[in-house]
């Protein structure tokens, strides 16, 4: 690993044109590996946010090199993903290149966000009659069109006459000496390839992801568009080696710091803080933990030092520490200031451990503990608790790497619990984890019952447990849980909590038993009051990793022209999950929340389809104000796992020697259908995915799934795109635009110049559905061989004009076969050359008619032709 990182940081530098390398590098060693004297403790490091993964693949196979990236062009990737067997094995250098290269490959999808020049899906394009090309950057790269046999040689690829492409099977092998330089996100596996793909060289006409999600822009013009390349320059002498730290995660070590300031006795938050804490005490934290406890409000104070989590009579022992009053003025860096004593009484330095801070009151004092936790190596998570907490306390959270959450006071939340059930090790040890299936809460009045379902699947069911709150109360509600095989649990199988903290749970023993476990509680007080369902777990086996969530937003603070992107990840080990149902629920800290569906279907947000990542816009913003976020997923029948199609390095099939010889590698290796469709079943998750603050409005969602066809039989184009909304995701435009060019450079950089297609008729549909539009393209020299580009953008009400769409082509009048009867066009020209054929060939036979008569009546005359010339002067 330290290798790859030396050799690529050596290859950056000259590949960006003296610009950037890697002068730090830190590796964290699993907690499960013997301790050396050289590991240092990790800081803020975490696996959960670490930008290179080295990790066993979820299937046999695959040990493929890849990017997982959520957002479009130029935006960041999540994480690089390295197999330790690719590390390793020498196999993976002959169909990869230099680790080193394949290192910077990734680093360019991760940092800069450009993707791929090569596309698996269409390896070729047309690029004439009977011609075509494959999928590259540059087109300089040279090499022979493969296709190989059952017997194991290999032969010329043939043109499939109905496609105009290469035949199925058919693949690209490069000389193994080239003279291209670029590029480095199509085959860094060459020598020659030294270089990004850049204005010069790139090209437009390929059938990649780069093309389509980047507007045919180079992958270097991308780089030179982000906030790295604004704030570098070149760097004339060679850099040094990069610096590696070797470090090492140890036992979690909490120090919960609990505002109870006078805000705190408001809409029952001293109850909620400590039902909310107590289940975090009981069911999240792991084993092993470390865990003190602070109050604050004009002052601090130590309610306990840190005690090890050895048992569940350690974890009952820390919740009687939890406040039960509030009172008094707020001052957060007391709080933390007595925090980082907790750390002190127990270590030498307050480094690598965290924080949980809630707030509920304003505080103007805030930024004067600013200086001391940028140098105290801790991290801060922090709870925005309604909506006077304190404006600036997410800066704590930012400046130290913690995550952030807001909670509301609204009687329908579970905010407090879900984000105290967020805030999980960042270890990667995914087997010990606790695991969020159901978070649900409801007003529930007399005597009416608050329903749902559970789905255990078979990935997860150990240390299951079902927790009941209410808020009223002194007296349990009535619950009633049933067992997939209908075994009931009554509220006597549940434990009531003895502290009027007015919570009852229920564990169950072993693993819980597979499938939907349906729940009923009734409220039995002579009022309304909320009442509330949480679920945990863990996973099954060790064998076998859970399905898990993990849920992101695409900015912390969000303003205009910036649409906020909802991401959420669903996977079971590195392999994605599809089919699911995922609802994402936005609450502002005062109002009603907002309810949307996140797909992942490749349109909108979405940048490809059946990769796991279910995307959407959200702009439903009511002011200026923190939004939490919540996501649920619910998984039926249907739902599978997949195998995740990324930003990746480039597999090469083989490579034709100097003498002429091709040599191929081994077939790369594919998973069977069983590997990688299988079917879950039901299965439940909720998951946190923290806060945002919101600023202004919204133009019309940009469309990114504009798909140009040509209609057989007839001289027209069909288009077709989902429709985008009035703002992103509600309502729909006003009108489309649409333009299109033989040039996909003018759609891009001068759409409104382009050539408009008529829209007469055609009438905005509403966001999220299928729209099309069918017309004759005028005003447009058409040729065989002719490729037509198209680009569409989205106007709403207010007038505000969308950005333009992805560009799609269309190649028209390839040959007969591929628009099957053709066009009236296309027949008038073939027919054309028809009648000029026939012609010929008829003027043909006649001159030969001609010429045989000649010479045979030349023959009959003179008898041969071989006479000497003093004969042929003869009269």
Not at 311 to 329: E, K, M, N, Q, V
Not at 436 to 462: A, C, F, H, M, Y
Not at 537 to 559: F, G, H, Q
């Amino acid at each position: 690993m330290q290798d790859m990182i030396k050799e690529a940081s050596i290859f950056l530098f000259k590949a960006t044109q003296n610009r950037f390398y890697f002068k730090t590098a830190k590796v964290v060693i699993p907690l499960t590996w013997t301790s050396k004297p050289e590991y240092k403790r990790t800081a803020t490091e975490s696996y959960e946010k670490a930008d290179v993964i080295v990790a066993d693949p979820s299937l046999k196979y695959g040990d493929e090199p890849y990017t997982l990236q959520y957002g479009g062009c130029g935006e960041k990737g999540r994480y690089i993903h390295f197999t330790p067997n690719f590390l390793t094995s020498d196999i993976s250098v002959d169909v990869y290149g230099p680790r080193g290269k394949v290192f910077v490959h990734e680093w360019a999808h991760l940092r800069w966000g450009v993707f791929d020049e090569y596309n698996y899906d269409a390896p070729f394009y047309v690029t004439g009659p009977n011609k075509a090309e494959a999928t590259r950057c540059s087109a300089e790269v040279i090499g022979k069109y493969v296709f190989k046999t059952s017997t194991g040689k290999t032969r010329t690829c043939r043109i499939d006459r109905q496609t105009g492409l290469y035949e199925a099977g058919c693949q690209f092998v490069p000389e193994k000496i080239q003279s291209a330089p670029a590029s480095i996100m199509y085959m860094q596996s060459l020598h020659s390839v030294t270089q990004f793909c850049n204005q010069s060289d790139h090209n437009i006409q390929a059938t990649n992801m780069q093309n389509k999600l980047c507007n045919y822009r180079s992958t270097w013009e991308v780089i030179m568009d982000s906030a790295d390349f604004a704030s570098s320059s070149p760097i004339p002498a060679p850099p040094p080696a990069p610096t590696i730290s070797l470090l090492q995660a140890q036992d979690r070590v909490v120090c919960l710091v609990l505002d109870v300031s006078g805000s705190m006795g408001l809409y029952d938050r001293i109850n909620r803080l400590r039902q909310a804490v107590e289940l975090f005490l009981l069911q999240i934290i792991e084993t092993g933990s470390w865990v003190g406890i602070v109050t604050y409000s004009d002052s601090a104070e130590i309610k306990t030092p840190l005690q090890q989590i050895v048992s569940d009579s350690a974890r009952i022992s820390l919740t009687t520490f939890l406040p039960t009053t509030a009172s008094g003025g707020t001052s957060i860096c007391s709080g933390v200031h007595a925090g980082f004593k907790v750390f002190l009484e127990k270590f030498n330095n307050t480094e690598g451990y965290e924080m949980v801070l809630l707030n509920a009151g304003e505080d103007s004092s805030i930024g004067s503990c600013f200086t001391e936790v940028e140098k105290s190596g801790s991290k801060i998570h922090t709870i925005a608790l309604g909506p006077s907490a304190a404006r600036e306390l997410e800066t704590l959270a930012d400046m130290t790497g913690g995550l952030k959450f807001a909670a509301t006071d609204s009687l329908d939340s579970n905010g407090l619990i879900d984000a105290f059930s967020g805030i999980s090790s960042e270890s990667g040890t995914i087997f010990h984890q606790t695991i969020q299936l159901e978070s649900k809460s409801l007003s529930i009045g007399p005597s009416q019952w608050l329903d749902g379902i559970v789905s255990i699947d078979r990935t997860v069911g150990n240390h299951t447990a079902f927790v009941a709150t209410w808020s009223v109360s002194t007296i349990p509600p009535n619950i009633i849980l049933t067992d997939p095989r209908g075994k009931r649990y009554s509220p006597k199988a549940f434990e009531i909590d003895n502290t009027d903290v007015r919570m009852a749970q229920l564990k169950i023993n072993g693993t819980a038993e597979t499938g939907d476990w349906a729940y009923s509680i009734q409220n039995t007080h002579s009022t309304a009051q909320v009442i509330s369902m949480t679920v945990t777990t863990r996973a099954a086996s060790l064998s076998e990793p859970p399905v898990t969530v993990k849920t992101y937003m695409s900015r912390d603070t969000i303003n205009y022209p910036n649409p906020m992107v909802i991401y959420a990840e669903i996977s079971q080990g590195f392999l994605p999950v599809i089919g699911a149902n995922v609802i994402a629920t936005l609450e502002p800290e005062s109002g009603t929340a907002a309810k949307i569906t996140l797909l992942d279907d490749g349109s909108g947000a979405d940048i490809l389809k059946h990769d796991g990542i279910y995307t959407s816009y959200f702009t439903s913003f009511k002011g200026n104000r923190r939004y939490n976020l919540k996501v649920c997923v619910q998984g039926k029948e249907k739902a599978v796992r997949r195998v995740r199609r990324q930003s990746q390095a480039l597999y090469v099939p083989g490579y034709i020697e100097e003498d002429g010889e091709i040599h191929m590698n081994p077939p790369r290796p594919e998973a069977s259908d069983d590997e990688f469709q299988e079917n879950l079943g039901n299965f439940s998750r909720t998951a946190s995915g923290g806060s945002f603050v919101m600023t202004n409005v919204f133009q019309p969602c940009t469309i990114t799934d504009l798909d140009a066809v040509l209609i057989d039989g007839a001289d027209e184009l069909l288009l077709s795109w989902t429709a985008p909304a009035h703002d992103c995701y509600v309502g729909k435009a006003l009108m489309h635009e649409i333009k299109m060019s033989g040039n996909p450079l003018e759609l891009r950089d001068y759409f409104h110049n382009a050539i408009s297609v008529h829209t007469s008729g055609l009438t905005p549909a509403v966001a999220g559905t299928k729209q099309s539009h069918r017309f004759k393209p005028e005003n447009f020299t058409k040729e065989n061989g002719t490729t037509i580009y198209f680009a569409i953008r989205a106007i709403n009400g207010s007038i505000n004009i969308g950005e333009s769409s992805n560009i799609a082509s269309v190649v028209l009048f390839i040959s007969p076969l591929l628009t099957s009867a053709g066009t009236t066009e296309s027949k008038v020209v073939i027919n054309v050359i028809l009648i000029t054929t026939i012609a010929l060939c008829i003027l043909g036979v006649i001159i030969c008619v001609i010429i045989a008569i000649i010479y045979f009546a030349w023959r009959r005359k003179y008898g041969s032709f071989r006479l000497a010339a003093s004969e042929l002067q003869k009269p």
